[in-house]
Nanobody, 115 residues
Framework: QVQLVESGGGLVQAGGSLRLSCAAS????????MAWYRQAPGKQREFVAN???????NYGDSVKGRFTISRDSAKNTVYLQMNSLKPEDTADYLC?????????WGQGTQVTVSS
């Protein structure tokens, strides 16, 4: 079993920055993938970024060049540095981890960007 706890959300003005964290605990071994998704009210969940345990990364088109995902494997923690935030980035941000064939989700952290 794996548990995920996100933190770092909040209210920020457009153009500002936030850094989200997601700490995983439990049985995590071998290759795994940690990712961030977001969901705004009335919209489908959207892929933001992911990072493989080997370090390779992928980004959603809407955040490329503004967001950076990184991880501290020793702490089983993934980070999302969000710069140049826009009001359309407002959403609940959730992290997940894929361990083998099992996918675990955190509870989410709210990000609100004011114009």
């Amino acid at each position: 079993q794996v548990q995920l706890v996100e933190s770092g959300g909040g209210l920020v003005q457009a153009g500002g920055s936030l850094r989200l964290s997601c700490a995983a605990s439990g049985t995590i071994s071998g290759m795994n993938v940690m990712a961030w998704y977001r969901q705004a009210p009335g919209k489908q969940r959207e892929f933001v970024a992911n990072i493989v345990s080997g370090g390779s990364t992928n980004y959603g088109d809407s955040v490329k060049g503004r967001f950076t995902i990184s991880r501290d494997s020793a702490k089983n923690t993934v980070y999302l540095q969000m710069n140049s935030l826009k009001p359309e980035d407002t959403a609940d941000y959730l992290c997940n981890i894929l361990v083998g064939l099992k996918l675990y989700w955190g509870q989410g952290t709210q990000v609100t960007v004011s114009s």
